[in-house]
């Protein structure tokens, strides 16, 4: 093979690479013959020149080739999705159940919380005794018995992208396109759907802040989904302000459940539905996405959906009394709640901010392989739009008495930003983007 060096040199002057140079390039990271400063220089010059849609395809494939694929096509056609992550995201834990209640096979590897977004795997820990690391056989045995399946992502599929993503969290090469769409679509493809749902978020809660960049994302991923004969459909949403009310891993769990049982925010119901409905049309069970629509929506209404969440929880381990009895998940010591000094609407909710304040909770991880408090975290009651009288509380802090809680109170209180007159709620669906 040409030497390691010329490959990267030639990347670094803006050159391209062949396929069997980028698989080599893989491949042999993944053996440990090439060492982590050449494959950091390397993502580093990705990073400043980029790689064109063949490059890209042919870096996800090397990464889907360094592990296992699963192959599904025994349950037909069986539908994933995925989010780029963001702050109180919790629209697997809705969708999965919704969608599986209406008859469409849901296998999905989930991911631990990344900085200040959180993770569904961290979200499901919630349900005491809830297996995430099934082996690829228990995998295929539950998706076969109740059509359902929510776990970690298993070491065997697409390993490379596990080095590699370590690799560029700590080498500052994780904000590339080719190298994001490469890393999520590798995890996808090995995981042996037919289709695939993403939402790309957008904003500042989001890896992603501008909406042109989201759609090159997006583009790069449906660009991938053809060369693999993966369908993907990608949804651009809304990531400036959190999603939903509940930003913290029981709180979530809490405000999925209520969701399910047709209690959820408006933001986080649409969503589900968008999403549900996008996974029922790519799995072929409904014609249209408005007849899906209304499937979706009857499986809230009549309790189907929260029923297969129950299924899925003591399938895996997990105590499914919690689903009905949700005063039963953790509970933080004491909650500190904001109340409006005067009467005004919400300008603005910062996304990150309120992340951060979650990490400082401790509801995720500073550094890796800390361990999270699953009942701390943020009510909020209010956003943007919402007009908010005074002395009336606009959020809740869930603490269980850290050092950082008053910081974490402090970052609440200054990610609201006040306005004396009326403010539009924002924008959810910003765009689709799909392979047809
Ligand atoms: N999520 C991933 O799986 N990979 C990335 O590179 C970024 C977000």
Known sequence: MTRVVELIERKRDGGRLEAGEIDALVQGYVRGEIPDYQLSAFCMAVLWRGMDARETAALTAAMVRSGERLDLSRFGRVVDKHSTGGVGDKTTLVVAPLVAACGAPVAKMSGRGLGFSGGTLDKLASFTGYRVDLSSAEFL????????????????LAPADGLLYALRDTTGTVPSIPLIASSIMSKKIAAGASAVVLDVKVGRGAFVKDLGQARELARAMVAIGRAERLAVTCELTDMDQPLGHAVGNALEVRE????????????LVRLAVLAGAEMLVLARRARDKRTAAARIDRAIQDGSGLAKLRELVSAQGGDAALVDDTAGLPRAAEVETLRATRTAWVGDLAADTIGIASLRLGAGREKKGDRIDLSTGIVLRAKVGTRVERGEPYA?????????????????????????????????????????
């Open 141 to 156: 045995a539950q998706l076969g018995r109740i059509g359902i399946v929510l776990s970690g992502q298993s070491a065997d």
């Open 256 to 267: 999925a459940i209520e969701t399910l049982r047709g209690d959820g925010p408006p933001d």
């Open 396 to 436: 809740e802090v869930h603490c269980s008495g850290r050092r950082s809680d008053a910081e974490a109170i402090e970052l609440v209180r200054s990610a609201f930003r006040w306005s004396s007159s009326r403010v539009p709620a924002r924008r959810l669906v910003l765009g689709r983007i799909a392979s047809r």
